[in-house]
């Protein structure tokens, strides 16, 4: 059964002993990012600040939500301790049964509204998570809704904001995205303000679709009513034409204004590194609705394990095991790892046809997910045992055929390794390395593998199997 709210997610961590309750009191600027960023690298329960400087008893802060695989398999209903290859998977299989959301008439987000002069965003404990970041960010784990005022489609997604003023943000929305795509090819050319409504503290399987790379054109609320395997409960916006979950924390409507850009940043990015300040689009506020005692829900971005790399390394992992399916290529299993800032994927295939590498690789760079590293193995390696993987690359990729490189290709201007140039044209490079035995060798020349798996008869791998704790070793 899903969790109905944040709420009931957080109660389930604490159950498990994945949250860390802190009631000392923490200061917004700089030292909760600091915490987050700690439990992040340590890989520590959630932080769950419940007494902020500043800010009266009820007013929370939480740090990261999903920011383990443990936590989207909890998220999931599934056991913590699933596999990576279990997520993805189950997430493949809810996602193929979209469930349609329900409007309700009311909800928690209700309990509070607020427009007109009234509006404050520094109402809540809105953290400076990095030193050197350009301002206190309120929007960095939740949901966007954006509507095409054409088809009526709505897409869901994370757009990060810096407040400006206690009415006024500035987003990030590059225009590749889909929000930075229906902004500048549809309401801007015809002098509209763009409404946006940004939900934050919501149910977590909310967050993993508004996360994943889906299609333009399809409702990520429909994907995260099949993850959750129940409808979404959705409500009315107070004064732009989009609806909410209506158990979100805090929700904030606004209009992105054309023609206007401010400075947005600096601020600290997924693949690890400091980002430089960026255009930026205004949002200018026109109502804040929240619930009582409000929890803001937080990311502090930097070297990985963080919250995206974590969900999207199942989410977007799903999505391009699909799309290869779907492409009718004989894939195994892929593995997109957290670790490498979602910049490295690695595929297992059963090759039929000679270059089959760059069929994958290439269905992989035609996708919504931009991953610039792509390695492609046998179907005796498993893509998630990174020993393994490492052995492939080392042993069957030809250090000069094995290796392809490709120039010009669209980029993402948060990879550190890209020039200026790059940067500023989201232009990028791509490799892919083709760690399979050629097809065109005679089997006599396939080296054969040095394991306990191969090397000795089966009657006998049984039999060591059976014997092992007798030997004196462990469980294995």
């Given at each position: 059964?899903?969790?109905?709210?944040?709420?009931?997610?957080?109660?389930?961590?604490?159950?498990?002993?994945?949250?860390?309750?802190?009631?000392?009191?923490?200061?917004?600027?700089?030292?909760?990012?600091?915490?987050?960023?700690?439990a992040?690298?340590?890989?520590?329960?959630a932080?769950?600040?419940?007494?902020?400087?500043?800010?009266?008893?009820?007013?929370?802060?939480?740090?990261?939500?999903l920011?383990?695989?443990?936590?989207?398999?909890?998220?999931?209903?599934?056991d913590?301790?699933?596999?990576?290859?279990?997520?993805?998977?189950?997430?493949?299989?809810?996602?193929?049964?979209?469930?349609?959301?329900?409007?309700?008439?009311?909800?928690?987000?209700?309990?509070?509204?607020?427009?007109?002069?009234?509006?404050?965003?520094?109402k809540?404990?809105v953290p400076?998570?990095?030193?050197?970041?350009?301002?206190?960010?309120?929007?960095?784990?939740?949901?966007?809704?954006?509507?095409?005022?054409?088809?009526?489609?709505?897409?869901?997604?994370?757009?990060?904001?810096?407040?400006?003023?206690?009415?006024?943000?500035?987003?990030?929305?590059?225009?590749?995205?889909?929000?930075?795509?229906?902004?500048?090819a549809?309401?801007?050319?015809?002098?509209?303000?763009?409404?946006?409504?940004?939900?934050?503290?919501?149910?977590?399987?909310?967050?993993?679709?508004?996360a994943?790379?889906?299609?333009?054109g399809?409702?990520?609320?429909?994907?995260?009513?099949?993850l959750?395997?129940e409808?979404?409960?959705?409500i009315?916006?107070?004064?732009?034409?989009?609806?909410?979950?209506?158990?979100?924390?805090?929700?904030?409507?606004?209009e992105?204004?054309?023609?206007?850009?401010?400075?947005?940043?600096?601020?600290?990015?997924?693949p690890?590194?400091?980002?430089?300040?960026?255009?930026?689009?205004?949002?200018?506020?026109?109502?804040?609705?929240h619930?009582?005692?409000?929890i803001?829900?937080?990311?502090?971005?930097?070297?990985?394990?963080?919250?995206?790399?974590?969900?999207?390394?199942?989410?977007?992992?799903?999505?391009?095991?699909?799309?290869?399916?779907?492409?009718?290529?004989?894939?195994?299993?892929?593995?997109l790892?957290?670790?490498g800032?979602?910049?490295?994927?690695?595929?297992?295939?059963n090759p039929?046809?000679?270059?089959?590498?760059?069929?994958?690789?290439?269905?992989?760079?035609?996708?919504g997910?931009?991953?610039?590293?792509?390695?492609?193995?046998?179907?005796?390696?498993?893509?998630?045992?990174?020993?393994?993987?490492?052995h492939a690359?080392?042993?069957?990729c030809?250090?000069?055929?094995g290796?392809?490189?490709?120039?010009?290709?669209?980029?993402?201007?948060?990879?550190?390794?890209t020039?200026?140039?790059?940067?500023?044209?989201?232009?990028g490079?791509?490799?892919?390395?083709?760690?399979?035995?050629p097809?065109?060798?005679?089997?006599?020349?396939?080296?054969?593998?040095?394991?306990?798996?191969?090397?000795?008869?089966?009657?006998?791998?049984?039999?060591?199997?059976?014997?092992?704790?007798n030997?004196?070793?462990?469980?294995?």
């Amino acid at each position: 059964m899903a969790f109905r709210d944040l709420r009931e997610f957080i109660s389930a961590l604490k159950g498990v002993g994945d949250l860390q309750e802190i009631e000392r009191e923490v200061d917004w600027n700089l030292e909760a990012g600091a915490i987050m960023r700690l439990a992040y690298e340590r890989q520590l329960p959630a932080p769950l600040f419940t007494n902020i400087k500043g800010y009266p008893p009820g007013y929370r802060l939480m740090g990261g939500t999903l920011a383990t695989l443990r936590r989207v398999a909890i998220a999931m209903g599934l056991d913590p301790e699933s596999p990576c290859r279990a997520l993805v998977e189950e997430y493949i299989k809810r996602s193929e049964n979209c469930i349609k959301p329900i409007l309700v008439k009311d909800g928690p987000c209700k309990e509070n509204v607020i427009t007109g002069e009234d509006i404050d965003l520094a109402k809540f404990p809105v953290p400076i998570l990095h030193e050197g970041d350009g301002g206190r960010y309120i929007s960095s784990w939740h949901i966007d809704a954006i509507k095409d005022p054409d088809s009526g489609w709505v897409n869901w997604a994370m757009y990060r904001s810096m407040l400006l003023s206690k009415n006024t943000l500035a987003k990030q929305i590059a225009p590749r995205h889909h929000g930075g795509l229906i902004f500048r090819a549809k309401y801007e050319p015809r002098n509209q303000v763009m409404p946006i409504a940004m939900a934050i503290g919501v149910e977590p399987l909310c967050n993993v679709a508004a996360a994943a790379d889906i299609p333009a054109g399809m409702d990520e609320v429909d994907v995260a009513g099949g993850l959750r395997q129940e409808p979404v409960e959705l409500i009315k916006c107070e004064t732009v034409d989009l609806q909410v979950p209506a158990n979100a924390e805090i929700v904030i409507e606004a209009e992105v204004q054309p023609g206007e850009r401010v400075s947005e940043g600096p601020f600290s990015e997924f693949p690890g590194y400091v980002g430089p300040a960026i255009e930026g689009l205004v949002l200018k506020v026109k109502c804040i609705s929240h619930r009582n005692d409000p929890i803001l829900t937080s990311c502090c971005e930097g070297i990985p394990v963080s919250d995206g790399h974590a969900t999207k390394s199942v989410c977007c992992a799903a999505e391009l095991l699909k799309l290869l399916r779907e492409r009718a290529l004989p894939v195994v299993d892929l593995h997109l790892y957290p670790e490498g800032a979602l910049c490295f994927v690695v595929v297992s295939i059963n090759p039929i046809y000679g270059n089959i590498a760059h069929g994958v690789a290439s269905a992989i760079w035609s996708s919504g997910t931009i991953t610039p590293y792509v390695v492609v193995v046998d179907s005796d390696v498993d893509p998630s045992n990174l020993n393994q993987v490492l052995h492939a690359m080392a042993t069957k990729c030809h250090p000069y055929r094995g290796i392809h490189k490709t120039e010009h290709t669209r980029g993402n201007r948060m990879w550190p390794f890209t020039t200026p140039q790059e940067r500023r044209y989201t232009m990028g490079s791509c490799v892919y390395f083709d760690c399979t035995w050629p097809i065109d060798w005679d089997p006599s020349q396939v080296p054969t593998r040095a394991a306990f798996d191969t090397n000795y008869p089966k009657e006998l791998q049984e039999k060591v199997l059976k014997n092992w704790k007798n030997y004196g070793y462990k469980e294995l």
